[in-house]
């Protein structure tokens, strides 16, 4: 059974990013689901390697090295992509690489390894606090490591162009 084809059994994933505890999933809409939020509201991706990133969107020869340096930044490319949605008008999309590149952040980027890209969002009920039981309760598989599950800092997010770069958060 391939993984992206059967988005209906699609596990939701609880596990700690290289920021915060965070949900993880192949089906954006089951993501936005279970998070309160709209079905059809943009969801990042995150990936483990820059090799997947080339395969999904172009990123602009001007802010190449910014990409490929940044840590714990997510970017909002926009223009046609290959998972651009059915019906939508709205070609963006944020995607995070997480690269092994610090001891701690080793295991959130070799889970990924296991999957082409998978959807990602905090852990928590849509404009609430984390807490720990709602986590807990809404996952169907939680992966731990040495670092537990705990809420911290999320990343900080531009939207790129060919022209600009723009702080969101």
């Not at 915060?20 to 999933?25: D, M, P, S, V």
């Not at 809409?29 to 969801?43: D, E, F, H, M």
């Not at 090799?51 to 969107?57: D, G, H, R, S």
């Amino acid at each position: 059974m391939d993984f992206f084809t059967d988005c209906e059994v699609a596990p939701i994933f609880l596990a700690q990013s290289d920021t915060t505890a965070g949900f993880l999933c192949a089906d954006f809409v089951k993501l936005n689901a279970i998070k309160g939020r709209l079905k059809s509201q943009n969801t990042l991706l995150t990936l483990d390697s820059f090799c997947k990133l080339k395969n999904l969107v172009r990123i602009p020869e001007k802010y190449k090295n910014r990409v490929r340096r940044s840590t714990k930044n997510t970017f909002i490319y926009s223009g046609k992509h290959a998972l651009s949605r059915e019906g939508s008008e709205n070609t963006k999309l944020a995607i995070r690489v997480i690269k092994p590149h610090r001891l701690q952040e080793t295991s959130h980027a070799d889970f990924l390894r296991f999957f082409p890209f998978l959807y990602s969002s905090s852990a928590n009920a849509h404009h609430q606090m984390f807490h720990l039981d709602f986590a807990l309760q809404k996952a169907d598989m939680v992966i731990l490591d040495k670092r537990g599950l705990a809420e911290s800092q999320p990343s900080k997010i531009y939207k790129i162009s060919n022209f600009n770069l723009k702080c969101i958060r």
